[in-house]
């Protein structure tokens, strides 16, 4: 299997661009059908999660405003570490026919040459389009045993070579420990209406370790450039509208001249981060900040500087 890092360049619908990174996130998209597996997804969820792989379906995410096939199966696909499809039957007036979707989803999986985990209950035929792929069998007494194996078998066979053994979230945390930024406890009401402030975008918040300069932070490595351009203009249209509000905030008694003075002192030294995958997107996000003028200093990073940061450290 090629571990090498590889970029799909063309929307296979005809959208403009893709530009997601394959096995970009350690996760694992699950194709299956909603009704018919239901004890199978309960075990999957769990032993992929005991292995730190974000357990991924299409029916367990919302994309408002985006192309939904897009945005919930073929970029989770794209991104995913590896896959596991459920090509289990359908029971339609009392004969078994194949998922549509499932199939659909299999067939995604395999034109873009995914790793691939195919299980189906024993006693049921695969379709002919696929009959001669290996398929693991099993019954509900089986199928943990031989699930565990096969995914197991798959992290070994698809984990990057220049991924740390630490979960995903662990090594974010000890990168952002090691630029001296700790997440901001959201303990009283003030630190609470600024962490929602950037939540809906997918940013957390930070602090220094002195606790006197903040950080929104967001993980934007499954996302395109453009994405990560938009939420970091719509993060900062949020900012400057507070910013610019808190005049008339004070003459309406809403807030003390105190308070207005500490948002603004916050304001003048609060910074954006935002990680992606490659270096290259980090060129072309930066060329477009720079483009627009942005009044909020903003910092990218990208994967390849996280793990050259922690070298010798995790």
């Known amino acids: 299997m090629d571990k090498r890092i590889r970029r799909n360049e063309l929307c296979i619908i005809g959208l403009p661009r893709c530009d997601f990174v394959f096995s970009s996130t350690r996760s694992c998209f699950i194709g299956y059908g909603f009704s018919e597996s239901a004890l199978e997804m ?106 565990t194996e096969a995914i197991e078998t798959a992290i070994a066979a698809t984990t990057q070579e220049v991924v740390t053994p630490l979960s995903p979230d662990q090594v974010l945390e000890a990168f952002l420990l090691s630029q001296q930024l700790l997440v901001v406890p959201i303990n009283s009401e003030g630190d609470r209406n600024l962490f929602e402030l950037g939540r809906p975008l997918g940013f957390n918040m930070l602090m220094t370790f002195n606790g006197m300069q903040y950080v929104y932070f967001g993980n934007f490595t499954p996302l395109r450039p453009e994405t990560v351009i938009w939420r970091l203009r719509t993060m900062e249209a949020i900012l400057l509208a507070r910013v610019q509000s808190i005049p008339e905030r004070v003459k309406m008694g809403m807030a003390s001249e105190a308070q207005a003075a500490a948002v603004e002192s916050w304001f003048k030294t609060l910074q954006l981060w935002a990680l992606v995958t490659s270096d290259d997107q980090k060129t072309q996000i930066a060329q477009a900040l720079v483009a627009m003028n942005f009044s909020v200093p903003v910092r990218l990073f990208a994967m390849p500087e996280i793990s050259e940061a922690l070298h010798g450290i995790v």
Not at 93 to 104: C, H, I, K, L, T
Not at 114 to 139: C, H, M, S
Request: glycine share 6%; hydrophobic share 40%; with cysteine.
């Open 42 to 147: 309960t075990i999957l969820k769990h032993l992929l999660s005991d292995r730190h792989i974000e357990p991924i379906e299409a029916g367990g995410s919302l994309a408002p405003a985006q192309n939904a096939f897009c945005a919930k199966i073929c970029s989770k696909v794209i991104t995913s570490q590896f896959c596991i499809v459920l090509v289990n039957n359908v029971v339609k007036q009392g004969q078994e026919v194949p998922s549509a979707n499932v199939n659909m989803e299999y067939g995604l999986m395999l034109g873009f040459n995914k790793y691939i985990i195919p299980f189906q209950r024993e006693g049921q035929e695969l379709p002919f389009n696929i009959a001669g792929l290996d398929t693991v069998k099993y019954t509900s007494q089986t199928f943990e045993q031989k699930a």
